[in-house]
């Protein structure tokens, strides 16, 4: 089943009570670039730093709302931080309509810069962000997260969800449904 573009939610600013999350533009790339430009993230998401230039081609893809074909949809969020409007990391939403149902899923991910980490603020964005699409129709929440990545898990038990025996890329999936 291909969905419509417009069927799929849009990114809207939300707050929690230490950040802003910011629907992702493309000019949020020169800010994001030095809280992102450290290797030590990339031992769980693999791959090297981007470039600002690379960066901005990402940002230019992701804020399109929707995979180029239709089928998924592309919710971003920058995270700022409100006590000194520092940009700190992303949270975002893959939502999909599974071949099995009309009801919306979603496969989430957060990243933190390295100097904003052990401070909750994942947690915190991850929240907000899971509450928003529960409150648009997504059924189930899934993330995928290296085996050892314990801060990851941590995020992934605060919104619910439990490690299943699915394994891809080296990731375990945790769901809501825990499969």
Do not use: C, K
């Not at 990114?11 to 230490?18: G, I, S």
């Not at 081609?57 to 700022?80: C, V």
């Not at 899971?130 to 990851?152: C, F, K, N, Q, T």
């Not at 992934?156 to 439990?162: F, I, K, P, Q």
């Amino acid at each position: 089943m291909t969905d419509h573009p417009a069927s799929w939610p849009a990114a809207v600013p939300l707050t929690t009570p230490r950040l802003v999350l910011e629907p992702l533009r493309v000019d949020h790339a020169p800010e994001a670039v030095t809280v992102f430009d450290d290797v030590r993230l990339h031992t769980w998401t693999g791959g090297t730093p981007d470039s600002l230039a690379q960066l901005v081609s990402r940002y230019e893809r992701q804020s399109a709302g929707r995979s180029p074909d239709g089928t998924r949809g592309w919710l971003n969020w920058i995270l700022r931080r409100t006590s000194d409007d520092r940009v700190i990391g992303t949270v975002q939403a893959t939502v999909y309509r599974p071949a099995s149902g009309n009801a919306l899923e979603a496969s989430v991910a957060w990243v933190i810069g390295t100097a904003h980490q052990n401070e909750g603020y994942g947690r915190e964005a991850a929240l907000a962000m899971a509450s928003w699409l529960r409150a648009r129709g997504v059924a189930e929440l899934a993330a995928y997260i290296r085996p050892g990545h314990d801060a990851s898990a941590a995020v992934a038990r605060a919104l619910g969800l439990r490690a299943s025996a699915v394994v891809e890329e080296d990731e375990v999936r945790w769901s809501d449904s825990g499969t």
